[in-house]
């Protein structure tokens, strides 16, 4: 989705007037420097403060946590990808025709922060896959990569032979192997794709994405001017929305008055209750099913395998600050990392 936020919009809307300019001039070198190893630590293991009253630096504290701040704002709209386009499809007859293939990348998820991951088509997550009640579906899948893997539709209900768990309903796909899912899209709602095959690394290392199936019947389908679907993944990658980490996400753009829907997922190992400032939002959907009775949250925890449907009206303008409330997994004495991105608010 675009917006049509710039630095200078930005700046308008936080208040913050001058001040910022200078102080990120030189971060951008600081870009695709350091090449991670792979490891279960996360990379971000914050130190928590124990010896709150020893002196510091804290004007270093306030000039690094002015610079992550600074870099967000040049990145913005920096990332056609970060929310995800539909996967194109070819048609057979009355079938739409998916290509996935599975390869190992180097994926950068803040400046300097590249490791070594998994991806769909190129991406961590991969392309979002949109579809309609009722499609007949082809998934086929290449394996680039130098192991072993399968795809589960997590929250679709296929026919047990196209569930694609290895050695239970299909073997695996080897190295440079090819394999065919096919079936006809059921329940709808939001959904995710993903590895199912040494999942620990190849989840939480890349292979995942988001899976939507629109109802046929869109009447009961509520009517929102925008929306975004963010996929939290931690671990491998460190603590990341759509694959990239602060400064490195992108906000969330509505105009005052407007109704957006977020469709968040968990692809992790951990928890996120995801907090929203400044106004509430309300849950609509579980595991892609509508809520008898939805209910309001300004924190919304999120499990692994979770996904929620909430719609936000936006009733001020502002930069609304949009995080993780797990602190460790969006600060440091550095600034500010991982799973934060602002809900930008326009007149
Ligand atoms: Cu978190």
Redesign the pocket.
């Known amino acids: 989705m675009s917006n049509g936020i710039d630095r200078k919009k930005f700046l308008q809307l936080g208040g913050l007037g001058l001040g910022l300019g200078a102080v990120g001039a030189g971060l951008s070198g600081n870009r695709l420097t350091n090449v991670s190893s792979v490891s279960l630590a996360s990379p971000h293991a914050a130190t928590l403060p124990n010896n709150l009253h020893q002196e510091v630096d804290w004007q270093q504290i306030d000039r690094d946590h002015e610079a992550k701040v600074q870099t967000f704002i040049e990145n913005i709209g920096q990332d056609p990808d970060f929310w995800r386009q539909p996967l194109e499809f070819t048609m057979d007859g009355d079938t739409k025709v998916f290509e996935i293939t599975c390869s190992e990348v180097m994926w950068e998820t803040e400046p300097g922060k590249v490791f070594a991951a998994f991806a769909y088509n190129g991406l961590v997550p991969g392309p979002e896959i949109r579809v309609t009640e009722g499609d007949s579906l082809r998934f086929i899948v290449h394996n680039e990569m130098n192991q072993s893997t399968s795809i589960h539709w997590h929250g679709v209900d296929v026919p047990n032979s196209q569930d694609g768990v290895p050695f239970v309903t299909q073997p695996v796909i080897e190295p440079g192997a090819t394999f065919t899912y096919e079936f006809v899209a059921p329940n709808p709602g939001s959904h995710m794709y993903h590895a199912h095959h040494n999942s620990l690394e190849q989840v939480v290392g890349g292979l995942l994405g988001a899976f939507i199936i629109e109802p046929k019947d869109k009447r009961n389908e509520p009517v929102v001017d925008g929306e975004f679907t963010m996929i939290?993944n931690?671990s491998f990658l460190g603590?990341t929305i759509n694959g990239k980490s602060f400064p490195y996400t992108q906000p969330l753009t509505a105009k005052v008055g407007e109704r957006i829907r977020i469709r968040y997922m968990n692809e992790?190992l951990?928890?996120?209750?995801?907090h929203l400032h400044g106004m509430p939002q309300r849950v609509i959907a579980k595991d892609g099913y509508y809520l008898p009775a939805p209910y309001f949250v300004d924190t919304l925890n999120i499990a692994p395998g979770e996904r929620y449907d909430v719609i936000v009206e936006a009733r001020e303008a502002g930069i609304w600050a949009f995080h993780?409330?797990?602190l460790?997994?969006?600060e440091t004495r550095q600034g500010l990392f991982?799973?934060v991105t602002p809900l930008i608010i326009e007149e």
Do not use: A, E, Q, R
């Not at 951990?270 to 995801?274: A, D, L």
């Open positions: 939290l931690d603590f992790g951990m928890i996120h209750p995801m993780c409330h797990i460790t997994h969006v991982g799973m």
